[in-house]
């Protein structure tokens, strides 16, 4: 009894606190070990200064086993983007780093009190009779007669990581006076392409993940040119990024500052308290929140089987395949 009341009272946070700390306050009156961090809450429009340890988080949240399986990951991956978060380095990325940060950043989507919402809307998607031949043609083998929710799901989760392992990583560095803001989704995904709908798997489409108020990582669609090191000195620039970030975001942003810097519809620098900002119907942080973004996603990945075999065969010859 004792022990399941310890697991309902554990506090779980869903984003992670190492990563928190890379966004925490500078505040030289307290010691170097409370950390603090700026939250802005985008239901009730507050912005409130409070402890790393209290954000980002809900009691028993996960299981026991669920939660030991995310600290090995977030173990794996913290040294790499706290160097890139507060240095910057690392052009280029390793394939096992690129692994390393695929399976965060995957985990990361799916740890989220939105991922209930998310599996929903797939799920449904994926019980449509008009869609599953084509669905079941595409993404699952050919001897498969009936959609199956989990093996389409594991199906998908396959195909995008090994998709996110093949893309263009790029650092981005911000060198204005506005930070990079942060919030409980870290993938936020576009496209370079005026789309209405897209998916993760659709071609232009680049991802961002902000490290630090400093620096960001930018996983794009290999067939676009992207440098692998951008500077920005434009302080409009930071704020188009931020509101992207905003926008994205379930609920809460998280920022060293408590100005939330953001460029608002008339391209205007405004501070996000003055602009309206609405909890999402979809979750668009990997384009998958509603049908017709998964129809895209659908309908693009036979660039990335081929691409994936191919990078498999060149990279099993060379010896270099990690598996």
């Known amino acids: 009894m004792r022990e399941e009341e310890l697991k309902r009272n ?3 946070h869903y984003v992670p606190q190492f990563y928190l700390r890379l966004f925490k306050v500078k505040d ?4 170097s070990t409370c950390c603090s961090i700026y939250e802005y809450d985008k239901e009730t429009a507050k912005i409130r200064k409070t402890s790393i340890e209290k954000v980002a988080s809900l009691k028993g949240f996960y299981s026991e086993e669920r939660e030991n399986q995310l600290s090995q ?4 991956v913290a040294p790499l983007f706290k160097e890139i978060g507060r240095k910057g380095i690392k052009q280029n990325l390793s394939e096992m780093e690129r692994i390393i940060i695929t399976n965060f950043l995957f985990a990361q989507y799916f740890r989220t009190p ?10 449904n998607f994926l019980s449509q009779e008009l869609l599953a031949k084509k669905v079941q043609k595409r993404l699952l083998p050919s001897e498969t007669k009936q959609i199956n929710w989990r093996n389409t799901s594991e199906e998908l989760e396959d195909l995008f990581k090994r998709a996110m392992v093949l893309m263009t990583y790029s650092i ?3 060198e204005t006076s506005i930070p990079f803001i942060t919030s409980d989704q870290l993938l936020n995904l576009t496209n370079i392409q005026p789309l209405e709908t897209y998916g993760f798997l659709s071609k232009g489409s680049f991802m961002i993940t902000i490290l630090s108020p400093k620096y960001a990582l930018i996983l794009s669609d290999p067939r676009y040119r992207i440098e692998k090191k951008r500077h920005l000195k434009i302080d409009k620039e930071i704020a188009k990024i931020n509101y992207l970030v905003a926008e994205r975001a379930y609920q809460f942003l998280y920022s060293n500052s408590s100005d939330f810097w953001v460029l608002d519809n008339k391209n205007d ?3 996000i308290k003055e602009i309206a900002l609405k909890i999402p119907k979809n979750i668009p942080s990997v384009g998958l929140g509603n049908v017709e973004s998964l129809k895209r996603a659908v309908a693009d990945n036979a660039y990335w089987r081929k691409r994936i075999n ?6 099993r010859k060379e010896g270099t395949l990690c598996q």
Do not use: A
Not at 28 to 31: A, H, K, W
């Open 10 to 12: 554990r506090n779980n």
């Open 310 to 315: 191919f990078e498999t065969k060149k990279m």
């Open 28 to 31: 030289l009156t307290l010691p």
């Open 73 to 76: 990951i977030e173990n794996d």
């Open 114 to 123: 939105s991922d209930l919402v998310f599996r929903r809307k797939i799920k």
């Open 269 to 271: 620098i405004k501070k």
């Open 172 to 174: 981005l560095e911000n």
